[in-house]
């Protein structure tokens, strides 16, 4: 069967990266969580102090960049990859409200976005891959085979993102979750530079109703029909 891009786009903790995952598992693709990325560039801006809640020096940031070294690392135990800025493992460390409370911000940089961009593309050169984000169907891979929307209304999402920082032993409200996710909505449809819109070839897919299974069905028979095509 011949090789795919799957681009999967679409809000924040709509279940992107599970679905990814399980998709990238079954075919034996790379996956890529490009929001892995845009934390981590979050995280080096806040650890060297160009980001607090009330200030952002974007242009020591981008003086940076080049210092800035991303790698994923497959980690067999869980089986997926690990995010390393500068060989540290920050997987961990990129999943707290604080990281996201910043990486919109980070993520509307032009300058970082066509460095992540441009390896992004690298990494999908031989295809066989499914990367997850924002811009992935219509900026990184525009001629990506199959591109899936998702989406689910905000408060699902919340409820979602809180139960999930709940278990690992955050300690947050759920109004703080909600706010953030709409915020992040927010920041993520109106920046300048590709701003989350739905490529016009793209399947959408309202996942507020569907659980796991339901949704890998559904896109995997979607993958068939395309590859059994091309
Ligand atoms: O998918 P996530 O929530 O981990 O993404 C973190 C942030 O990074 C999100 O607020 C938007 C940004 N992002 C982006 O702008 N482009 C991408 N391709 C992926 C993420």
Not at 105 to 122: D, G, N
Not at 163 to 182: C, M, P, R, S, Y
């Amino acid at each position: 069967m011949k090789k795919i891009t799957i681009a999967i786009d679409g809000f924040s903790s709509t279940g992107k990266s599970t679905l990814a995952k399980q998709l990238a598992n079954h075919l034996g693709y790379i996956y890529v969580d490009t929001g892995a990325m845009y934390r981590a560039v979050a995280l080096f801006a806040m650890q060297n102090g160009y980001i607090n809640a009330d200030f952002f020096d974007k242009q020591t940031l981008i003086n940076n960049l080049p210092n800035i070294k991303l790698q994923f690392k497959f980690n067999a135990d869980l089986g997926f990859a690990e995010m390393y800025l500068n060989e540290v493992n920050v997987e961990t460390e990129i999943r707290t409200i604080e990281v996201s409370s910043f990486v919109s911000k980070v993520a509307e940089v032009s300058e970082v976005r066509a460095k992540l961009v441009e390896q992004q593309k690298e990494m999908g050169k031989d295809k066989a891959i499914v990367m997850d984000g924002r811009d992935i169907g219509t900026v990184v891979f525009p001629d990506a085979e199959l591109k899936i929307f998702m989406t689910a209304s905000a408060t699902t999402r919340a409820q979602r993102r809180y139960d999930e920082l709940i278990k690992k032993g955050d300690t947050v409200t759920f109004d703080e979750v909600l706010a953030n996710v709409e915020e992040r909505d927010y920041i993520d449809t109106h920046r300048k530079d590709s701003p989350l819109v739905m490529a016009e070839d793209a399947i959408e897919i309202d996942n507020s109703h569907l659980n796991r299974e339901e949704q890998f069905e559904l896109v995997l028979e979607l993958v068939n029909e395309i590859t059994k095509k091309v």
